[in-house]
C-alpha cells in the first residue's frame, strides 16, 4: 500500500545530467556534485561522488533530525556529540536487478542504553528514509 502525503510541506528540486559519471545540481544552488562511478562498480573511480554516498548521508541526516524531533516529547536529550556513521552497499538482488542495504551506527555518547534504544526506535517510527525503506531494503540501525 502507498502511503501518500497528507500534505506537501518541502519539495526539492535536482536536474542530473550524465547519469553516475555526470553531475547533479539542486534548483536553489546549495548542492552541485559532480558523480563518478566506483571501481568497484566497473567504473573509473575519481573525484566524484555517487547515489549511494548521497543516500547515506540524506539518511543519517534524516535520523539524526528525526531523534531530535522525538527527543521531547520522550523528555530524552540527544547528546550534543551524537554522530551515525551511514554504510549503504550495492549489489545485486532477485529477478536480475540491483539493490541496497543500509547499516547505522549511531553513537549517543554518554545515554544509558534503554533510553537510546527508546530513542532509535521513535525515530525509526517518524523518519522518512526509514517510512520510505521499510520492508523494502535491508536496514540495520546499531546503537555504538
Known amino acids: 500500500m502507498v502511503k501518500k502525503l497528507e500534505k506537501v510541506v518541502y519539495t526539492a528540486h535536482a536536474h542530473t545530467t550524465g547519469g553516475r559519471e555526470g553531475n ?3 534548483s536553489d544552488g546549495a548542492l552541485e556534485v559532480t558523480l563518478s562511478t566506483p571501481k568497484e562498480m566497473g567504473g573509473a573511480g575519481g573525484s566524484g561522488t555517487n547515489p549511494e554516498q548521497l543516500f547515506a548521508a540524506g539518511y543519517s541526516a534524516c535520523f539524526m ?3 531530535k524531533a522525538v527527543s521531547g516529547k ?3 536529550a ?3 556529540d551524537a554522530s551515525i556513521d ?22 549517543l ?3 544509558e542504553a534503554d533510553k537510546a534504544k527508546e530513542l532509535v526506535a521513535a525515530a525509526h517510527h517518524v523518519c522518512p528514509y526509514s517510512n520510505a525503506t521499510r520492508d523494502n531494503i535491508e536496514v540495520d540501525l546499531v546503537i555504538a
Open 86 to 107: 551511514a554504510s549503504v552497499s550495492f549489489g545485486p538482488i532477485e529477478n536480475n536487478a540491483y539493490g541496497i542495504a543500509v547499516k547505522m551506527e549511531i553513537h
Open 24 to 26: 547533479s545540481k539542486s
Open 74 to 76: 520522550l523528555k530524552i
Open 109 to 111: 555518547p554518554g545515554l
Open 78 to 80: 540527544v547528546p550534543a
Open 65 to 67: 533530525g528525526a531523534m
